[in-house]
């Protein structure tokens, strides 16, 4: 990137790279959050809602990270605007 095109994207607000690394801390925080309220505590009954929906595992934890999760998702979308 050019002196030029860095001091735009500074000038403009935060630069697109610590956006997504914000946006990735935040997200992880909250699923941390969301599944220690979830698992440990049964907070909604998150983990309840998880077992009548038949799901194979009932953690909140386990459904946030398994493979075809909301994480994978958002991991194949930034992998998506890497590439092009």
């Known amino acids: 990137m050019t002196r030029v095109g860095r001091e735009r994207a500074t000038r403009n607000g935060l630069n697109p790279a610590t956006k ?3 946006g990735a801390v935040v997200y992880l925080v909250v699923a ?3 599944s220690y ?3 440990v505590h049964g907070f909604l009954g ?4 998880l ?3 038949g799901a194979e595992r009932p953690f909140v934890w386990y ?3 398994m493979e075809g ?3 994978e998702w958002l991991q194949w979308g930034f992998l998506a ?3 092009g």
Do not use: E, H, I, K
């Open 69 to 71: 999760s909301p994480t």
């Open 37 to 39: 309220a979830g698992d």
């Open 46 to 49: 998150l983990g309840q809602r």
């Open 32 to 34: 941390w959050l969301l």
């Open 20 to 22: 997504v690394f914000a």
């Open 81 to 83: 605007a890497a590439a």
């Open 63 to 65: 459904y946030l990270f």
């Open 51 to 53: 077992a009548n929906r």
